[in-house]
C-alpha cells in the first residue's frame, strides 16, 4: 500500500493558499469552462495530446461568450456607411457573378505569398499600410482599425465556435481586400509547421511580416502602433503550441460534409478547421492570440486568405463527390446558438440581410481564385521555400539575414494529430517527434513579452502580481549531456535511486507517446498563465528550471486584474514547452499547510486586507527576497503561502481530478 505522504509530497506543484482569508480564495471552474475540457479531452489522454490545446481552446471559447459587450468597438455614422460600401461592392460583384453561373475572370488571384515578386508583395503591403494611415473616412480611427473593429464583441462571438466561422471570415477576407482592390495572398504555414525550427522561417523576417518576438519593428508593419496606443506584440512559438503540418490539410479534404470539419467536435478533431486555426492564433501569440486583438496585427489577413482555401478546396471535392456546398450547412441542435443556417450575419447593418447559408453560396466562390500550392521540385520558384523529401518547407533566416539549407527531420513517422510529423487520418498514436532539439534551443533563447489589455485596453496599471511555485519532477527516459558521476552512471535519474524514488514522491505515470527533446543542458521552461474569468485578459511568464534533476523548482510571478469595486476571477495554468499540463494543487486547512490536494486551478481575488498579491512587480519580489548583508539576509520570506503547480507527468488529465 503506498503511504500516503507521499502522495501529499508529490502534489507539491500545487497552488497553496489559505482558503479562509478570502484574499486569494479558490473557487470551481466555471461549469461551461470544465464541460469544454471534458468533450475536448473525450477519448484523449495525457500521453496523446497536449493540454494546453485543450485549455486554450475551451478557455477562448468561454471568453468569447462571456465578455463580448466589454471589447465592442464603436463605429462612426461615416465609418458604418464606409464598411457598406465595401460590403455592396462584394454583393455586386458576387451577383453578376452569379447571373453568369460560371467561373468568371477575377482581379482576386490569390497566391502564395512567398512565391510573389517584391513588386506583388509591396503591393498588397503598401495598401495596407495606406489604410493604416488614412483618417479621411473617421478622424478618430484609421481606416485599417476601422475595418478591424469588425472582428470584436458579439460579431467575434458570433465568427467562431461554429459553423458560421467559415462563411463570415469568407466575407471579412473579402471586405478588405475590396478596400485594397488588391488580392490578399494566403500563407501556407503548413510549410512553416514542417520545419526543423518555425520561429527561425523566413516569414518573420524583413521582407515579410516582421520580427516574431516582442513589438513588431521591422518588416512592412514595423512600428504599427496598435488603437491601444502601443506596437503589436508578438510570442512566436513562445506558448509551446505548434504549428499544423501538411496531413492536417490532408485530413480535412479526407471528409465529405461540412459538419465533419466545423464546430462543436468531440475532443481535439484533426478534422476541426478552427482547432487548427486557433493553433496558429496561439503560436504567435501576443495580440494574435486574443480574437479582439488579432486583426491589430496584419498576419490575419493573410492567415485567412489560407483558412478560405482549404474551405474552397473542401467545397470543391464537395462537388467532386456529388455534394451540393451551398445546401451542406450543417442543421440540428447540435449548431451553437447564433450560428444556425437561419441567422442573420451579425456584420449588419453593413451587409444586407443575410443568413449564415447564404453565406455558403457558389456565387463567393466565383469571385475568387487561388494558385495552386507550392509543390516539388520547383516550390513555386520561390527562394524562400526549398523542396525536401518531395515536401515544400520554408527556409529559415537566422541572424545573419542569410537563408541557409534546413536540416532534415525525421519523416515517415505515423504519429498523432498534434505532432509536427507525418500523421495519419485515422487518427492512430504512435511513435513520434514532438518537439526536437534545435526547437527547444530556439524556444530558450526566445523572452515573452505580455500585451496588457484588459476588456479590449491596455491598462498595465490594472494588474497585480502573485508569487506562484512551480515544481517540476524529471520525465522519465529523457537524456542529458551531464550525469553528475565520472562513470558515466546518472545519478540524477530518480529510476536509479535505490528505492526508484519513491521516498521523494517521484511518481511517473504516464509514457508519452511524442517525444519532446530535452536540452542538453537540462534547462527548460515552464510557463505559467492567468485567464480571466469575469474579464476578458491574460498574462503569461515562464521560469527556467533544469529537468536534468530529480526535482527542481522555481518562483514567478504572474498578473491578474487588480480588484477594486469588484473581484477578480481567474483561471491558472501551467504547462511546458511542449504544451504539457501541470497540476495544480490546493492546501488543506488553515494557514500554511503542508498537506494539499488537487483543485481546480480557479481562483477568486479581493482587495480586503492582508493582501496576497502586489500591486506591482517589484513589490511582488520584494515580499520574498531581502538580499543585502545587513545583517538581516540573505533571506527568504514567505509573507503569504505562493501559488504552486506540480508538473509530475500524471496519466490524468488536471481537471478529471475535481
Not at 495525457?46 to 462571456?66: H, M, N, T
Not at 516574431?212 to 506584440?233: D, E, L, M
Not at 511546458?576 to 494557514?591: A, D, K, L
Not at 506591482?616 to 533571506?635: F, N, R, T, V
Request: charged share 20%; glycine share 8%.
Amino acid at each position: 500500500m503506498k503511504n500516503p505522504n507521499h502522495q501529499i509530497i508529490s502534489l507539491v506543484l500545487a497552488v497553496c493558499l489559505p482558503s479562509v482569508y478570502g484574499i486569494v480564495q479558490k473557487i470551481p471552474t466555471p461549469t461551461d469552462v470544465l464541460e469544454c475540457f471534458f468533450y475536448k479531452s473525450l477519448n484523449t489522454s495525457v500521453a496523446e495530446v497536449p493540454g494546453k490545446l485543450i485549455e486554450d481552446f475551451c478557455l477562448r471559447k468561454y471568453s468569447l461568450s462571456q465578455f463580448e459587450r466589454n471589447t465592442q468597438k464603436n463605429i462612426s455614422v461615416e465609418g458604418v456607411q464606409y464598411l457598406k460600401s465595401l460590403f455592396r461592392q462584394i454583393d455586386a460583384e458576387a451577383q453578376e457573378a452569379r447571373n453568369k453561373r460560371q467561373v468568371t475572370a477575377t482581379w482576386r488571384v490569390r497566391s502564395e505569398i512567398r512565391t510573389l515578386s517584391a513588386a506583388q508583395r509591396n503591393r498588397i503591403f503598401g495598401c495596407l499600410n495606406r489604410l493604416k494611415r488614412d483618417f479621411t473616412i473617421d478622424p478618430n480611427t484609421n481606416t485599417y482599425d476601422l475595418i478591424g473593429s469588425l472582428h470584436s464583441g458579439q460579431a467575434a462571438q458570433l465568427m467562431h465556435n461554429g459553423p458560421g466561422f467559415l462563411g463570415r471570415h469568407s466575407l471579412y477576407v473579402l471586405a478588405m481586400e475590396t478596400a485594397c482592390r488588391t488580392p490578399i495572398p494566403y500563407w501556407d504555414f503548413m510549410m512553416d509547421g514542417a520545419m526543423t525550427d518555425p520561429t527561425s522561417s523566413a516569414i518573420w523576417s524583413n521582407t515579410f511580416f516582421g520580427n516574431g518576438n516582442g513589438p513588431v519593428r521591422t518588416g512592412f508593419c514595423g512600428n504599427w502602433v496598435t488603437p491601444q496606443n502601443t506596437p503589436i506584440i508578438r510570442n512566436v512559438g513562445a506558448g509551446g503550441l505548434q504549428l499544423p503540418r501538411r496531413d492536417v490539410l490532408r485530413a480535412i479534404l479526407s471528409r465529405t460534409r461540412t459538419s465533419e470539419i466545423t464546430e462543436p467536435q468531440p475532443a481535439m478533431s484533426v478534422f476541426s478547421i478552427e482547432v487548427h486555426h486557433n493553433a496558429v492564433h496561439n503560436h504567435i501569440d501576443g495580440h494574435f492570440s486574443a480574437l479582439d486583438t488579432s486583426t491589430f496585427d496584419p498576419v490575419f489577413w493573410f492567415l485567412h486568405s489560407m483558412f478560405h482555401y482549404m474551405w474552397y478546396m473542401f467545397k470543391n471535392n464537395q462537388r467532386a463527390r456529388g455534394v451540393d456546398p451551398q445546401r451542406d450547412y450543417p442543421r440540428g441542435p447540435n449548431v451553437p446558438q447564433g450560428h444556425e443556417f437561419f441567422q442573420r450575419v451579425n456584420f449588419m447593418p453593413f451587409v444586407r440581410p443575410m443568413t449564415n447559408l447564404e453565406t455558403f453560396a457558389d456565387r463567393y466562390d466565383r469571385i475568387v481564385s487561388y494558385t495552386p500550392l507550392p509543390r516539388c521540385p520547383t516550390c513555386g520558384g520561390s527562394p524562400f521555400l526549398v523542396c525536401l523529401q518531395g515536401t515544400c518547407v520554408a527556409r529559415s533566416v537566422r541572424r545573419t539575414g542569410r537563408i541557409p539549407a534546413i536540416a532534415r527531420r525525421p519523416v515517415g513517422l505515423p504519429i498523432t494529430p498534434f505532432i509536427r510529423g507525418k500523421r495519419s487520418v485515422d487518427g492512430n498514436n504512435n511513435a513520434g517527434l514532438l518537439k526536437n532539439h534545435e526547437e527547444t534551443l530556439a524556444a530558450l533563447d526566445r523572452s515573452y513579452t505580455n500585451t496588457f489589455v484588459i476588456d479590449g485596453h491596455f491598462a498595465p496599471e490594472n494588474w497585480v502580481y502573485l508569487n506562484v511555485r512551480v515544481i517540476y519532477e524529471r520525465p522519465k527516459g529523457d537524456v542529458f549531456n551531464s550525469t553528475g558521476s565520472a562513470d558515466g552512471h546518472d545519478m540524477y535519474d530518480p529510476s536509479s535511486f535505490s528505492d526508484g524514488g519513491k521516498e521523494i514522491g517521484v511518481e511517473n505515470r504516464v509514457l508519452y507517446k511524442q517525444r519532446c527533446a530535452p536540452s542538453g543542458s537540462g534547462a527548460t521552461k515552464i510557463y505559467v498563465q492567468s485567464d480571466g474569468l469575469n474579464y476578458h485578459g491574460k498574462y503569461k511568464e515562464y521560469a527556467i528550471l533544469d529537468e536534468r534533476q530529480a526535482v527542481s523548482s522555481a518562483i514567478l510571478q504572474i498578473a491578474v486584474r487588480k480588484p477594486s469595486d469588484k473581484y477578480t476571477e481567474t483561471y491558472l495554468s501551467a504547462y511546458n514547452s511542449c504544451g504539457r499540463v501541470c497540476r495544480p494543487v490546493c492546501s488543506i486547512g488553515e494557514g500554511s499547510s503542508s498537506i494539499y490536494k488537487a483543485c481546480s486551478g480557479s481562483f477568486k481575488v479581493t482587495n480586503e486586507f492582508p493582501l496576497m498579491y502586489s500591486n506591482s512587480y517589484e513589490g511582488a519580489i520584494s515580499s520574498l527576497w531581502h538580499l543585502s548583508l545587513d545583517g538581516k539576509g540573505p533571506l527568504f520570506r514567505n509573507t503569504f503561502s505562493p501559488i504552486t503547480f506540480i508538473c509530475d507527468h500524471q496519466n490524468a488529465w488536471p481537471w478529471s481530478q475535481n
